[in-house]
């Protein structure tokens, strides 16, 4: 949180509107799962064989200088650089998360060392009936929890990442959480799943609409025991009861084709520089509010983690807003009850900026 306070001060002084939070960055598309909800390894083979070089995604950590950086994949552990690459981050004193599927993770510690730099992302979408099914293999889960235990023994940072579809029961994700929180695990991360074009199932993914129906119904009346590593505003968010705009540019992706446009989620072409793409986007053309039938349902963090960051330091207003989430909580419904609370949040304007009117409703 003060490497990102601090980050945003720097920006805000140098006077820039735009500027990532979070590098995503895919050093390869290869996975030794193959998820009906993914779009990430639908390329041919050839590209799936390829993979970045250490130098190519130090030389991308650099260009961004983004404070905290994110490996996704395809499973970055079956890249046959990953420490060399982690440590190269690492000794860049970014805050780097290492997303896995945790299948290899187990016998691969003892080539990692722990550091508070580095955390070890696991991927889990659920209790074991529910994971096994979305990776469409069974004995992940099992493998996944194994690991997560083994990291935590050896002294290592490890958060979870779980992506949520239409077939997700609220109380049953509500017992994950509380399983997930008994492992010892710093945070947890959420989020809904993404229409990607390309997944081999299209039939789960979420509405906006029932997005908020779900997330509401998981965490009004949260316990005090669940910790999540995502900032209250995008939890408010996820339930409707706080209002953002997406901001691609805070989570740039760099992966085999270069600096990828607008975000992780949606591919339409790929900038050669970091510069070129932040300066050569249509941003204007992506969002909820552009009317691109591609973002109207998308809620997903890789674009409204940087929206709440934006929301909470733009102004005193949303400082004070946010203090209050994470001190008090939020204003609870009844269980049951669906409808939005009125929203404490400051609408962003065209501006990208809060405005402050509305900030009386944080009582």
């Given at each position: 949180?003060?490497?990102?306070?601090?980050?945003?001060?720097?920006?805000?002084?140098?006077?820039?509107?735009?500027?990532?939070?979070?590098?995503?960055?895919?050093?390869?598309?290869?996975?030794?799962?193959?998820?009906?909800?993914?779009?990430?390894?639908?390329?041919?083979?050839?590209?799936?064989?390829?993979?970045?070089?250490?130098?190519?995604?130090?030389?991308?950590?650099?260009?961004?200088d983004a404070p905290i950086v994110s490996i996704p994949g395809g499973e970055?552990?079956?890249?046959?650089?990953?420490?060399?690459?982690?440590?190269?981050?690492?000794?860049?004193?970014?805050?780097?998360?290492?997303?896995?599927?945790?299948?290899?993770?187990?016998?691969?510690?003892?080539?990692?060392?722990?550091?508070?730099?580095?955390?070890?992302?696991?991927?889990?979408?659920?209790?074991?009936?529910?994971?096994?099914?979305?990776?469409?293999?069974?004995?992940?889960?099992?493998?996944?929890?194994?690991?997560?235990?083994?990291?935590?023994?050896?002294?290592?940072?490890?958060?979870?990442?779980?992506?949520?579809?239409?077939?997700?029961?609220?109380?049953?994700?509500?017992?994950?959480?509380?399983?997930?929180?008994?492992?010892?695990?710093?945070?947890?991360?959420?989020?809904?799943?993404?229409?990607?074009?390309?997944?081999?199932?299209?039939?789960?993914?979420?509405?906006?609409?029932?997005?908020?129906?779900?997330?509401?119904?998981?965490?009004?009346?949260?316990p005090a025991r669940w910790k999540f590593n995502q900032s209250p505003v995008?939890?408010?968010?996820?339930?409707?009861?706080?209002?953002?705009?997406?901001?691609?540019?805070?989570?740039?992706?760099?992966?085999?084709?270069?600096?990828?446009?607008?975000?992780?989620?949606?591919?339409?072409?790929?900038?050669?520089?970091?510069?070129?793409?932040?300066?050569?986007?249509?941003?204007?053309?992506?969002?909820?509010?552009?009317?691109?039938?591609?973002?109207?349902?998308?809620?997903?963090?890789?674009?409204?983690?940087?929206?709440?960051?934006?929301?909470?330091?733009?102004?005193?207003?949303?400082?004070?807003?946010?203090?209050?989430?994470?001190?008090?909580?939020?204003?609870?419904?009844?269980?049951?009850?669906?409808?939005?609370?009125?929203?404490?949040?400051?609408?962003?304007?065209?501006?990208?900026?809060p405005a402050l009117p509305v900030i009386d409703r944080v009582a």
């Amino acid at each position: 949180m003060i490497a990102v306070l601090r980050h945003v001060a720097v920006q805000r002084l140098r006077g820039n509107r735009r500027y990532p939070l979070v590098l995503m960055l895919e050093p390869l598309f290869r996975c030794n799962l193959a998820c009906g909800g993914c779009g990430k390894i639908q390329h041919p083979a050839e590209v799936l064989r390829s993979h970045l070089t250490p130098e190519q995604c130090l030389a991308a950590v650099d260009e961004c200088d983004a404070p905290i950086v994110s490996i996704p994949g395809g499973e970055p552990l079956l890249h046959p650089q990953i420490v060399e690459i982690v440590e190269g981050i690492v000794a860049r004193r970014k805050y780097l998360y290492l997303c896995t599927n945790a299948i290899r993770l187990e016998e691969m510690l003892p080539r990692f060392r722990p550091s508070p730099y580095l955390a070890f992302s696991v991927h889990l979408d659920g209790l074991r009936e529910e994971h096994d099914h979305a990776v469409c293999r069974e004995g992940v889960y099992d493998m996944a929890v194994s690991a997560i235990r083994a990291a935590r023994r050896a002294g290592f940072r490890v958060t979870t990442n779980s992506t949520l579809f239409t077939d997700a029961d609220p109380e049953r994700c509500r017992r994950f959480f509380d399983d997930v929180m008994a492992l010892g695990v710093e945070g947890m991360m959420i989020s809904p799943g993404y229409s990607y074009s390309k997944a081999p199932d299209q039939d789960h993914f979420l509405s906006r609409q029932r997005s908020q129906s779900l997330f509401r119904r998981i965490l009004d009346a949260a316990p005090a025991r669940w910790k999540f590593n995502q900032s209250p505003v995008f939890l408010e968010f996820l339930k409707g009861d706080w209002d953002l705009e997406c901001r691609p540019w805070g989570t740039p992706t760099y992966n085999l084709f270069g600096w990828q446009r607008p975000c992780y989620l949606l591919d339409e072409g790929h900038a050669t520089t970091f510069r070129e793409l932040m300066e050569g986007t249509d941003w204007d053309g992506y969002g909820r509010a552009s009317g691109n039938p591609k973002c109207g349902d998308c809620m997903v963090h890789c674009g409204y983690e940087p929206a709440a960051v934006e929301a909470t330091f733009g102004s005193l207003g949303g400082l004070l807003a946010t203090a209050r989430l994470m001190f008090f909580g939020a204003p609870q419904r009844g269980r049951g009850d669906e409808s939005p609370l009125p929203s404490p949040a400051p609408r962003l304007q065209p501006n990208g900026l809060p405005a402050l009117p509305v900030i009386d409703r944080v009582a």
